[in-house]
């Protein structure tokens, strides 16, 4: 629901969400811990009695960012006459914590992804203005256990965490410094979130974690009990009736395990689309990096890949610009994108982030030089991007249907490979699986015309 909250009882939530789908996935957490202490969400932050700010680190303008907003927040609050709650969420809240409230004294609560289940406790610690104002203790356990088991669907699509943390230490990142060591999640409870969210008509679910091939949860007892890999999770949530669809997101080469590999091959809901960050093409800024794989590791592991599903996508991430990187390097970069040939991948310029070893390392690079080498990797990954969704064309694609197109009777969905379709078709195939002919192409998009309309597997 949202708009105003239609019953007095009722009290306005509005969160922003920042940076990866984690945050994205941990927003709609946030929604469902308040939702019993009556909060509903409202469209706007004036109309809300609670904020929530769930922030990224990942990039200093994102930093920024939300300081600027909290900026707004605190005018809306005194306009408020203080009704207003704001707390501040995620990487930036635990990275940050303290000084965030010494900057922003306007905010009532700062909470790191670990504490987000303690929010209802703190709103009352708020309110009656005892205790701290700080949460930022890493407990994932207890706060995957804490969290509420079922989940309200919004849409055929849902991301379920299934793993959290990071023990990889990148020289670049704040993750391992912000979400903590690598932990995962129990296979019986992500069995039951995925079952009650089949039963209101999800029809593909996005596994998530930070290293999500480092999942390694406790099966359940019938099952031996043993640690599964995510291969084993992917085999056994494709046996829930609705499940039709499971992607998973994000990866690291070195978790690339064998099981993994075969599960593309013999799990045919596993969707055709892998997104393995490889971050730069050269060993020796791979190795500057800490990512503990050299660029050939990669290419074999695309290889092993699309032995087992020959149709599958690749997509990517880059970093260009890391401290030290010289044209050769940047050069390597660019041969291992035309080697593997991407569907889609995303690239960033180094922005340097306090704390991290990268920081500190010589050579770092001039704006002028980052920027010229990735427009010309953007100009590659662009080509490529268009190349893949043009080799479409002619084809019939199952498309999950998630809502209404820009244009009357129009509708739009996803096709295996994670391409954005726009069709003509009425209302009330939402949420269903449909054929769809490709008609054209372009770079974000495919056009195409529907044939048939799929029968749910339940
Ligand atoms: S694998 Fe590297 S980039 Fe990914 S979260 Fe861990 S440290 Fe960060």
């Not at 406790?218 to 085999?235: K, S, Y």
């Not at 401290?323 to 889609?344: C, H, K, W």
């Amino acid at each position: 629901m949202t708009g105003t909250p239609e019953e007095k009882s009722l009290k306005g939530l509005f969160i922003r969400t920042y940076g990866c789908q984690m945050n994205v996935y941990d927003s709609e957490r946030i929604r469902d811990v308040l939702r019993p202490l009556g909060y509903a969400p409202v469209e706007a932050p004036e109309a809300a009695d609670l904020v929530v700010v769930n922030t990224c680190h990942i990039r200093e303008k994102a930093t920024e960012k939300v300081y600027s907003e909290l900026g707004q927040l605190k005018r809306m609050k005194e306009a408020s006459g203080g009704r207003m709650t704001i707390a501040v969420a995620g990487c930036v809240a635990q990275a940050e914590g303290e000084e965030l409230i010494r900057r922003q004294p306007a905010v009532d609560l700062v909470l790191g992804p670990q504490a987000y289940h303690k929010l209802p406790e703190m709103i009352a610690r708020a309110s009656r203005a005892i205790g701290d104002r700080l949460e930022t203790e890493f407990d994932t356990i207890e706060k995957f256990d804490a969290l509420p088991k079922t989940r309200e669907a919004d849409g055929p699509t849902a991301f379920v965490s299934v793993q959290e943390g990071c023990d990889k230490f990148c020289t670049f990142c704040v993750v391992p410094y912000t979400r903590g060591a690598e932990i995962s999640r129990r296979v019986d409870d992500i069995v039951f979130e995925t079952r009650s969210l089949a039963s209101q008509g999800v029809r593909e679910i996005t596994l998530l974690g930070q290293n999500v091939n480092a999942f390694h949860g406790p099966a359940p007892v019938i099952e031996g009990g043993d640690d599964w890999t995510l291969g084993q999770l992917c085999r056994h949530l494709s046996k829930i009736g609705g499940i039709e669809r499971i992607r998973y997101t994000t990866s690291h080469p070195r978790d690339m395990d064998d099981d993994l590999i075969s599960a593309h091959g013999d799990t045919p809901a596993l969707m055709p689309f892998l997104h393995l960050p490889v971050q730069s093409g050269s060993d020796r800024i791979l190795k500057a990096m800490n990512r503990g794989h050299t660029a050939d590791h990669y290419r074999d592991i695309i290889a092993r890949v699309r032995q087992a599903r020959p149709d599958i996508a690749i997509a990517s991430d880059f970093i260009i610009g890391f401290p030290g990187e010289s044209d050769a390097d940047f050069e390597a970069t660019m041969q291992l994108v035309r080697d593997i040939g991407y569907a889609i991948a995303y690239s960033f310029k180094y922005s340097s982030r306090p704390g991290t070893p990268a920081a500190e390392m010589h050579g770092h690079l001039s704006e002028v030089v980052k920027d010229e080498r990735l427009q010309a990797l953007q100009g590659l990954l662009r080509e490529q991007q268009t190349e893949f969704n043009a080799s479409q064309i002619g084809k019939s694609l199952p498309v999950l249907v998630t809502g209404k197109g820009r244009n009357p009777g129009q509708m739009h969905g996803r096709s295996p490979y994670l391409q954005a379709v726009h069709f003509e078709g009425p209302e009330s195939l939402n949420g269903k699986i449909v054929d769809v002919k490709v008609v054209g192409a372009s770079l974000n998009s495919l056009t195409g015309e529907l044939m048939r309309v799929r029968e749910a597997v339940l």
